[in-house]
């Protein structure tokens, strides 16, 4: 367990290092964010699936209820479903992603901090 924290630490900064020199390199604030996101959700899965539910801050589970409607949301974007089929549908879905990309240097800080509170929990700190 304490294994795979520092593990999931130490992804996080260097996702954090990489979505900076993206950022500074390249300009594109977009680019680095969705760098930085996709670490986390891929560390969200893992923590999901590898860590037990006594070390679980109380706030992963927000998180991943974000991540869900955002995946949620973003399907009928990605298969380009027919506006005829389902008005509204990608009106309503492309507002709920722009928000969660709006919103992605809150949750980063966010789950890094569900990071720092999962390791206090282990001891891994």
């Known amino acids: ?12 900064l260097l996702a954090f290092i ?17 760098a930085l996101g996709a670490a986390q959700v891929l560390s969200c899965g893992v923590n999901l699936l590898g860590m037990k539910k006594q070390y679980r801050a109380k706030g992963r589970r927000g ?10 949301t973003i399907i009928p974007l990605m298969i380009k ?28 800080f966010l789950y890094f901090a569900i990071t720092i509170t999962e390791m206090l929990n282990i001891g891994v700190l």
Do not use: N
């Open 18 to 34: 990489v979505t900076t020199g993206i950022m500074i390199h390249d300009g594109g604030l977009f680019a680095g964010w969705v």
């Open 81 to 108: 479903i027919p506006h005829y089929m389902c008005p509204g549908l990608l009106d309503i879905s492309g507002s709920i992603c722009v928000l969660i990309v709006l919103a992605s240097p809150a949750l980063a």
């Open 63 to 72: 998180y991943e209820v974000l991540i869900a409607i955002f995946i949620a």
């Open 1 to 12: 367990m304490q294994l795979l924290k520092r593990i999931d630490l130490a992804v996080q």
